[in-house]
């Protein structure tokens, strides 16, 4: 689900594509604005909601990193395009892990990068990831997602 609303810089797009597990508060997915795609925080949540709550760190990070991606196909980027990743770990002990499991994924892209250890996430979960990428495509509909006009906001 995508909606769309003008702001004194330009069109905000959001997207919440349906190859992701509903948000599971007010929020969207992402959020494209002036060329770039804000990745709200991504838990390891599987599509059909999931929660990996009992899965190894590994699976919950390739799970996690797997709905990153999902968002940025949905919005219009790439895992190429990331500029800024940041990541929550439970505990600074599952860091190598993590840059293993995200140096596969990330390939030869190395976007500016924090992790920050938290203690225990939500649901229990033990990592969450979000980024920032540029826009390189613009969709008429992203994939997996409806582009929905929002309602204008008035001050």
Do not use: C
């Amino acid at each position: 689900m995508a909606g769309k609303h003008n702001d004194e810089h330009g069109a905000v797009r959001t997207v919440s594509p349906a190859s992701l597990a509903a948000p599971g508060g007010h929020y969207s997915h992402a959020t494209v604005a002036g060329g770039l795609v804000f990745i709200s925080g991504q838990l390891p949540i599987a599509p059909d909601g999931h929660k990996l709550v009992d899965a190894s760190f590994a699976a919950q990070a390739q799970q996690a990193l797997a709905n990153v991606e999902a968002a940025l196909l949905a919005a219009g980027s790439s895992i190429a395009a990331l500029v800024q990743v940041r990541v929550y770990v439970d505990t600074m002990d599952n860091w190598p892990a993590f840059n293993a499991i995200y140096a596969a994924w990330a390939g030869d892209a190395r976007p500016a990068r924090a992790v920050v250890p938290t203690g225990p996430l939500h649901f229990g979960l033990k990592v969450e990831v979000e980024a920032v990428a540029v826009v390189t495509v613009s969709p008429a509909s992203p994939p997996g997602g409806l582009l929905r006009a929002a309602p204008a906001r008035h001050p």
